[in-house]
């Protein structure tokens, strides 16, 4: 089931940047979401570490102005070689694919590559694993030490809310934005 980006990300909207700006996808998976911000505007850089969805966004959607990099949290080592930061970054379903310490260090790595002033949006999974996932626990109130940590500041978060997936009755996420100090 496919869910759209104005659902999935209502939380967020309001704090997507209304003029072009400089947009981070981590864990971009096809790309839906960096197109979204294309559409909007946005000059975008994917970040998906899986070759096959790599390939199928650049197949589905086609755009100057997204740019794909194989890469990965926690360190997105990879963009060392970037010469630019960014007003906005997601990270949408992913934070819990890392251990504490790896969150504890993607933290520190996103905090490194926004702008001052820029928004950092993140989701947390909490829940049952699924067969075979590669899933750790997340805690808001953990998460919002290790931002602060890193000069990053809570400007919204919203808990437990259900899973938009069917059949997922015991999975909630909390939805956080944190803002780079300037």
């Known amino acids: 089931m496919a869910i759209d980006f104005q659902t999935l990300h209502r939380d967020f909207l309001p704090f997507i940047p209304r003029v ?15 197109f979204e911000f294309w559409k909007m505007g946005h000059t975008v850089v994917a970040v998906e570490p899986l070759l096959e969805f790599r390939t199928t966004g650049k197949d589905l959607y ?9 890469d990965a949290l ?3 080592e990879k963009l060392d070689n970037y010469l630019d930061t960014f007003d906005f970054t997601l990270a949408s379903g992913v934070w819990h694919h890392l251990n504490l310490k790896e969150q ?11 702008n001052p002033g820029g928004l950092f949006a993140l989701s947390l999974r909490n829940g049952p694993a ?5 899933i750790f626990p997340t805690e808001l109130r953990q998460v919002e030490i290790s931002a602060k940590r ?33």
């Open 20 to 34: 072009p700006s400089h947009i981070l996808d981590v864990g971009a998976g096809i790309g839906r979401d960096a």
């Open 150 to 182: 890193n000069g990053l500041i809570p400007i919204f978060n919203s808990k437990n809310q259900p899973s938009l997936m069917p059949n997922k009755p015991q999975v909630i996420w909390d939805k956080l934005v944190l803002k780079k100090m300037e």
């Open 62 to 70: 086609q755009s100057s102005t997204i740019e794909w990099w194989d």
């Open 104 to 114: 504890t260090i993607a933290m520190q790595r996103i905090s490194e590559l926004l």
């Open 74 to 76: 926690p360190t997105l």
């Open 130 to 134: 699924g067969a075979g996932k590669h």
